[in-house]
């Protein structure tokens, strides 16, 4: 089913058309963080096709999702239904109602919010087990979409379930955030026709998160639109960060607490740097939920050059977190203008900086083609070097390890101008790279990637960087 109001998603709009139109009964398993547009996208992708929609209500007991789910299947099938006394007689009533429907093709049921349904003791996931491997499964007709924001409710009771559902969904779709490209066909499309500067500042407070950036007014500016939605006193997002967490993931102080510790150091900390830092038990529960935060993508987690791969570095990747930690968190309602009034702080540099080497680790997959090497095989990871035998501490957000023999360094530096390179910083990168030559003893010839906004000035220290990335092709 072909939309045009949906920006970006071909790949999972394919598969979700290639399910539509298979000759059996599918099971599609939509995820992604919180705000991301995973309903959106399946109620746009089906209009008006569905023969039953229920959606999941947070932190309520099994009596209240039951009678949501029979007013839902009133609703549906024209027929008054009777309170269904457990989830196995509401999915039997389910049955009886899709049985009834007489059109061709497939019957489409989505479950939105499906984590909220499973609530403790009340044997939901047994009932919508039955319903999909004993019934669905015998059909050729049903196509069953289920969606959640917890990522690690999905990955824990869907795909690493111990019984029957184990492996049973036809397509797991992720639902990445816009990437800049989608971001500006979105605002684009809501009528705010900015600057890709501001575009991608805005970027670094919001992330591509379509809820948030719907709240973007056409009729402001960038900053006023920042100040009018999160500085303002009760403005648009004032509230976001505890319910977005709280929502997601039980027992959230524990999750907070580890973002907040990410929050001190931007190049990440290891799996025993967070447990000191955050005085968290070492034990199988923080393994979880550094997973939990990874599959939920809030963090990033990511191989360190030249360690083992045990040794994976975790680092915060969630802009509207990083946003909030920053400016929020200690700024709400004191000034309705407080983004304008900071245009020139130093926090603001300095914010902007660490905003835009995230937007180049979102973004490498544009980085790696414009250096040319989209099709040959690469591992990413990040170095640091603490200094020792008089050498000076150094650090890379992003090493590129080529199979063409060719480490790509990238630098990234967020400029109001073409970014220029002076005799002081020449020699830095010079004196970094034999660092780094020397304490990862690799013979691979090293190459420095400089990711700027505009581009880089032309001088007698400017072919340092053999390849400069600029933010048109990071939108691209």
Request: charged fraction near 25%.
């Amino acid at each position: 089913m072909e939309n045009q109001t949906i920006i970006g998603r071909k790949y999972e709009l394919q598969q979700l058309n290639e399910m539509f139109t298979s000759g059996e009964s599918e099971l599609a398993v939509v995820y992604g963080r919180r705000r991301v547009g995973k309903t959106f996208l399946v109620k746009e992708c089906f209009r008006n096709h569905f023969d039953f929609i229920t959606t999941g209500v947070h932190n309520k007991s099994a009596d209240v999702q039951l009678a949501m789910f029979d007013n839902a299947l009133d609703e549906y099938s024209q027929v008054k239904h009777h309170m269904s006394e457990n989830w196995y007689d509401a999915f039997e009533q389910l049955k009886t109602h899709i049985r009834s429907v007489e059109h061709d093709g497939k019957k489409i049921i989505f479950i939105d919010e499906i984590a909220w349904l499973d609530t403790k003791d009340d044997d939901f996931m047994g009932a919508f087990e039955s319903f999909w491997n004993g019934w669905c499964t015998m059909r050729n007709d049903v196509m069953l979409i289920v969606c959640a924001s917890s990522s690690s409710w999905i990955t824990k009771k869907l795909f690493r379930h111990k019984g029957g559902l184990f492996n049973r969904s036809s397509r797991r779709l992720y639902l990445e955030p816009f990437n800049l490209g989608e971001t500006e066909q979105y605002l684009i499309s809501r009528g705010v026709d900015w600057t890709r500067f501001d575009i991608t500042e805005t970027y670094m407070i919001m992330g591509g998160i379509p809820f948030y950036l719907k709240q973007i007014s056409p009729q402001l500016t960038y900053s006023q639109n920042i100040d009018t939605i999160f500085f303002r006193d009760h403005g648009l997002l004032w509230d976001e960060f505890n319910s977005l967490y709280d929502t997601l993931f039980e027992n959230s102080e524990l999750y907070i607490r580890i973002v907040r510790a990410l929050q001190k150091r931007r190049i990440g900390l290891t799996r025993s740097e967070i447990i000191s830092e955050t005085g968290s038990p070492d034990n199988g529960n923080i393994g979880k939920l550094l997973t939990d935060l990874v599959d939920s993508g809030f963090v990033r987690a990511y191989n360190y050059f030249g360690r083992s791969k045990k040794d994976i570095m975790y680092q915060l990747r969630d802009y509207y977190t990083m946003f909030y930690f920053t400016y929020i968190e200690d700024h709400y309602g004191r000034d309705d203008h407080f983004w304008t009034n900071g245009m020139d702080s130093i926090s603001r540099h300095i914010w902007a900086g660490y905003g835009f080497e995230q937007v180049a680790l979102d973004h490498i997959q544009q980085i790696k083609r414009k250096i040319g090497i989209a099709g040959v095989l690469s591992e990413c990871s990040s170095w640091f070097y603490r200094g020792e035998d008089g050498r000076r501490g150094a650090q890379i957000d992003l090493c590129i390890d080529r199979n063409d023999r060719v480490i790509s360094l990238c630098e990234m530096k967020f400029s109001l101008a073409d970014f220029q390179v002076d005799n002081a910083y020449d020699r830095q990168l010079r004196e970094r790279m034999e660092t780094f030559r020397m304490a990862t003893k690799t013979r691979k010839a090293l190459h420095n990637v400089l990711v700027t906004t505009y581009g880089l000035k032309s001088n007698k220290y400017s072919q340092i960087f053999q390849i400069v990335v600029t933010l048109d092709d990071l939108f691209n």
